[in-house]
């Protein structure tokens, strides 16, 4: 066969023979051994290669993620379904209630779809392509390293090989990785209250949500009443979806936030080749505690950690915001305290965000933000009122910014100043992009004759 006609399937097998000295296209795992320098155990590489197989029979581009789902649902649906219809009427009794009390917390308007209960499957399945999206670069991250770690241990003479199996050993990196995905969507299902737990948009925009199995197991040992713990999770549930449908900028916004970060992630081939070298196959799970604890993601770069800090404040932001409103809305339960306690230290003590991320991109938020960004929203509301306050999610660029959680002072001031009907004061900056925008120069001065900025009176 001439090398023009061979594909990235022949070259691939043609170095499986080479390398592990197989012949009529089927390798011994036994001929690794005489393998010096490549720490791979035989029983392993037969792992490997059934992971090999797959990537033979999947798309010719990107990573099919049909493995993850089928191994989400796989761990979603092993306790059944679990929701009696007794469970999903007395929580979409208290999504009409909790409707009602969050039309006094806020003046962002109602859902136009009807808040539902479903399934931990349900919810694996409508949130699997936002999983999917956040996890991508990463996965990408991972196959690159496996490809870039075979070509260095591989002989000069079967470079040309490994250039031409690229293709096939990113699939095999991107389905080890999409395994990994599918596992920790699948015990995140088994967690998540609902859709908004997560603190992402995760659901699609409108939707909101509960998972019955998992409110039981929420309010278990609680000893408070499920029908205050249903009033509290329904109507905070409403309002981190009603955010979303009001300011439906924002869903890309904290997506792309996410992703940025992501994108920044290298995979550590010395890490790589190190777990791969002490892999014991007859305790399959040793694998996934060792990715799942992050043990491939590097110390983050400088440039990852400032993508950290913008996330944290605008997941802060909004968790924020939501946290007042659910409190106002629901004051008039006798047990709102203690639940607000309790969610506040399963976030604290590193809720199904902070796991699924962290195991996912490397992304660790810190609880304290948010309640920094909490205060700040109750010092907003109670100087200026809730519709100057919801006002704040209208446009992307006069919602609060990291300063105004340091500082609220300075936003309140700045909203008491628009309530009276008072432009804040323009600085040079503002003159100049005006000049620039109508076609002058902006080292002009002024076209009305005026005096700058810093000669006016005050």
């Known amino acids: 066969m001439a090398d023009d006609d061979r594909s990235p399937e022949d070259d691939f097998q043609e170095l499986i023979r080479q390398l592990f000295g197989a012949s009529g296209g089927q390798f011994d795992p036994e001929q690794l051994s005489k393998l010096t320098g490549m720490n791979i155990d035989p029983a392993m590489m037969q792992t490997v290669m059934g992971h090999l197989q797959g990537a033979f029979a999947g798309p010719e581009q990107g990573i099919s993620w049909d493995a993850a789902k089928r191994q989400a649902l796989h761990i979603a649906n092993q306790d059944g379904l679990g929701v009696t219809a007794g469970q999903a009427t007395d929580l979409d009794q208290a999504f009409s209630l909790a409707t009602l009390w969050l039309s006094e917390a806020t003046t ?14 349900d919810w694996v399945q409508a949130t699997l392509p936002v999983w999917q999206e956040l996890a991508a670069p990463v996965a990408t991250s991972i196959a690159d390293a496996m490809t870039a770690a075979l070509s260095e241990q591989a002989p000069d003479d079967m470079q040309s090989m490994i250039q031409g199996a690229g293709r096939l050993m990113r699939m095999v990196g991107g389905s080890l990785f999409a395994s990994q995905l599918g596992q920790v969507i699948g015990n995140l299902s088994k967690e998540v209250v609902s859709g908004g737990d997560v603190g992402i948009p995760l659901m699609p925009d409108g939707e909101a949500v509960i998972l019955p199995q998992n409110f039981a197991d929420f309010g278990r040992d609680l000893e408070i009443p499920d029908d205050q713990l249903a009033l509290y999770a329904a109507t905070r549930e409403l309002a ?22 992501a994108r920044g992630v290298h995979v550590d081939t010395d890490a790589l080749e190190e777990l791969a070298s002490r892999f014991d196959p007859s305790d399959p799970d040793e694998l996934r505690r060792l990715i799942e ?39 008039r339960l006798p047990s709102s305290d203690r639940i607000s306690e309790v969610v506040r230290r399963r976030r604290a003590v590193g809720g199904p965000a902070e796991r699924a991320l962290g195991s996912l991109v490397g992304l660790e ?15 907003v509301t109670d100087a200026v009122g809730v519709a100057a306050r919801d006002a704040l999610w209208d446009y992307p660029d006069i919602m ?4 105004d959680i340091d500082d609220p002072a300075a936003l309140i001031a700045r909203l008491e100043a628009r309530a009276r009907g008072e432009e804040p004061a323009r600085d040079e900056f503002d003159d100049a992009l005006e000049r620039l925008l109508a076609g002058e120069d902006p080292q002009d001065p002024p076209a009305d004759g005026g005096t700058p900025e810093d000669e006016r009176p005050v």
Do not use: C, K, Y
């Open 400 to 403: 609060p910014s990291s300063e």
């Open 108 to 121: 962002i308007s109602e859902l136009s779809a009807t808040p539902r209960t479903i399934t931990r499957g």
């Open 240 to 261: 981190h979806a009603r955010l979303f449908r009001h300011a439906r900028w924002l869903r890309l916004h904290v997506i792309s936030q996410v992703t940025d970060f």
């Open 293 to 331: 604890s992050g043990a491939l993601l590097p110390q983050r770069s400088e440039a990852q950690t400032d993508a950290l800090a913008r996330l944290e404040n605008l997941l802060a932001t909004i968790e924020g915001w939501v946290d007042v409103v659910t409190e106002d809305a629901t004051s």
């Open 365 to 379: 938020l810190r609880p304290r933000r948010m309640r920094e960004a909490a205060a700040m929203w109750r010092a």
